[in-house]
């Protein structure tokens, strides 16, 4: 897939004279923390939308386990966790994004706290965990290892209570409406009913990652890269697309969907053995089992080749037994549905893709390259977390861009008249180009590709493979106006997964997630710089 020509501008047929028209001042793509929060910035003489493509309560960050990171304490400062942003990012990070992020983290917190989001607590202080890469602890975490599941909570609470809000839920968005430099709203097709076109003065998109490009993932079934794809049609500009992160600890039991083992387990001591029963971290790093992801991915990786077993283990069971299985209540049920005592039993775990660090270019305000479009969370390039993504950043992200998006998005449509009308779009279909595919064949063998080719280490002669496969299958997939979300998805994938690759190949040195076994060094002089795709156009930018 090496040229625009290959990707069609909108994946399905439609004519505005035959679809519903709905009208609305702002427009939120995504029902994640960044989309929520985005929606109660929205000023409420306004009209918002907010569409999510399953329940409210499906996204990564209802799944995120550790926490938020947050200075809550006289003996931790700011600088220090710039410090630690700036360390963990591998150089590539904005120092300016970095500090503004850091700084608007305790007063997110407090607003949170008053929609009703209830946060572990000792003695009516915050308990603070740490996790790698932190100097200090400043994890804030909720339910043990639930934060996620209870921000959303409060979070969705709070967004159905506004009048002026409707939430569109089990509703997929299929394309960015727009001329190539803004964007008017969207095309989206409800699960039930007849697909629709949304105007919006503004749109915010807040579409989550692309975890379920790779095999070993802990990401929803919904994190199939949506977002970067529908905003890459409409002309948008894409970074850092190469930088996927993988979390080292992944629980890998057969029959069991790839779960999260939350980092903060070693935050709280405990150790990575391998099969033999060697605590092998300090061999690769002196932080041991606290170094960053990055570094403790590639350590696993290394250890399961040194040692030939298909994974390495958590054991914790030099900690106390009822303090491990209170902290941990989920992990402690769902590696119980397996027969492990997470307090007494070795865990199984490997590295799964986890987060997407790449994505939409935007400005400390989260305005992308196109007018009218706004982004957040994890659809989006900040430069917040440069190669790798330091533990418990990404809630925080989140709330950060998903309000200054949110606000801005709002101010934006408050100046604009009332008298806008639909733009004369139209999308004829294409005769006779309805071949039955195995959809489900085609996805599994893109995840089981991009696992093997372009995942925790990659090469030119893996990537290669990868590109030379992604390109055979889009040449037959991507033409086709499918009438499912099914294969949208699968568009989707092929379409972020060709960028990635790109990015991957283009970028000849490791650094950060990104490692290349045959540039295993970090190259300072020549790769100090950004990589953006605009279409099948690439482009550097200074960091």
């Known amino acids: 897939m090496n040229s625009s020509s290959a990707i069609p501008r909108y994946l399905v047929p439609f004519d505005p004279k035959r679809l519903t028209h709905q009208f609305t001042d702002v427009l939120v793509i995504g029902g994640g923390l960044a989309g929520l929060r985005a929606m109660l910035e929205i000023d409420a003489s306004l009209s918002g939308v907010l569409v999510t493509k ?48 850091i700084e608007q983290a305790p007063n997110r917190i407090q607003e949170l706290i008053a929609w009703g989001t209830r946060f572990d607590e000792d003695a009516g202080n915050l308990k603070l965990g740490r996790e790698g890469g932190h100097s200090h602890n400043r994890i804030i975490h909720a339910m043990g290892d639930a934060t996620g599941r209870e921000i959303i909570r409060a979070m969705i609470e709070t967004v159905r209570h506004l009048e002026h809000v409707e939430v569109l839920e089990q509703t997929f968005t299929i394309d960015l409406l727009g001329d190539g430099e803004r964007c008017f709203g969207a095309l989206i097709a409800p699960e039930f009913g007849p697909k629709r076109l949304v105007w919006a003065k503004q749109t915010i998109l807040c579409a989550g990652g692309a975890g379920q490009l790779y095999r070993e993932s802990t990401n929803p079934l919904v994190a199939t890269g949506d977002g970067q794809a529908m905003a890459y049609r409409a002309g948008a500009e894409l970074s850092d697309m190469e930088f996927m992160q993988f979390h080292p600890t992944v629980l890998y039991i057969a029959g069991s969907g790839r779960s999260l083992i939350t980092e903060a387990v070693r935050g709280e001591g405990a150790h990575l053995i391998d099969r033999n029963g060697v605590r092998f971290m300090e061999q690769y790093d002196e932080r041991g089992e606290l170094a960053p992801r990055d570094v403790v991915s590639q350590a696993i990786v290394s250890q399961m080749q040194a040692t030939e077993h298909p994974c390495v283990y958590l054991d914790l069971s030099h900690l106390d037994p009822e303090f491990v299985r209170n902290r941990f209540p989920n992990i402690r049920r769902k590696c119980g549905e397996f027969g492990l005592d997470i307090a007494t039993d070795k865990i199984p775990v490997r590295p799964g893709a986890h987060y997407m660090i790449g994505g939409l270019t935007v400005d400390q305000q989260g305005q992308t390259s196109l007018r009218g479009l706004w982004a957040a969370g994890e659809v989006t390039c900040s430069g917040l977390h440069g190669a790798n993504r330091l533990a418990s950043n990404s809630l925080l992200e989140g709330l950060v861009y998903g309000a200054n998006a949110g606000r801005r998005a709002s101010n934006a449509a408050l100046e604009q008249s009332d008298n806008f009308t639909a733009l004369p779009l139209v999308n004829k279909a294409k005769p006779g180009n309805h071949s039955a595919l195995d959809i489900a064949d085609i996805r599994n063998s893109l995840k089981s590709l991009m696992w093997r080719c372009a995942g925790v280490r990659r090469s030119e002669k893996t990537l290669a493979e990868a590109a030379e496969n992604v390109a055979g299958w889009a040449r037959y997939v991507l033409p086709q106006q499918f009438d499912s979300s099914d294969g949208w998805e699968l568009q989707n994938m092929l379409t972020v997964a060709s960028v990635i690759i790109q990015a991957a190949r283009i970028r000849e040195e490791s650094r950060g997630v990104h490692y290349r076994t045959d540039f295993p060094s970090t190259n300072n002089q020549d790769w100090i710089k950004r990589i953006s795709f605009r279409q099948s156009e690439s482009y550097f930018s200074p960091v």
Not at 57 to 68: E, L, V, W
Not at 85 to 93: I, N, P, V
């Open 54 to 101: 399953d329940s409210l309560s499906q996204s990564n960050s209802s799944y995120a386990q550790g926490g938020i990171a947050s200075v809550s304490k006289p003996e931790d400062r700011f600088e220090f966790h710039v410090q630690d942003t700036m360390l963990a990012g591998g150089e590539l990070c904005n120092l300016e994004t970095v500090q503004n992020v």
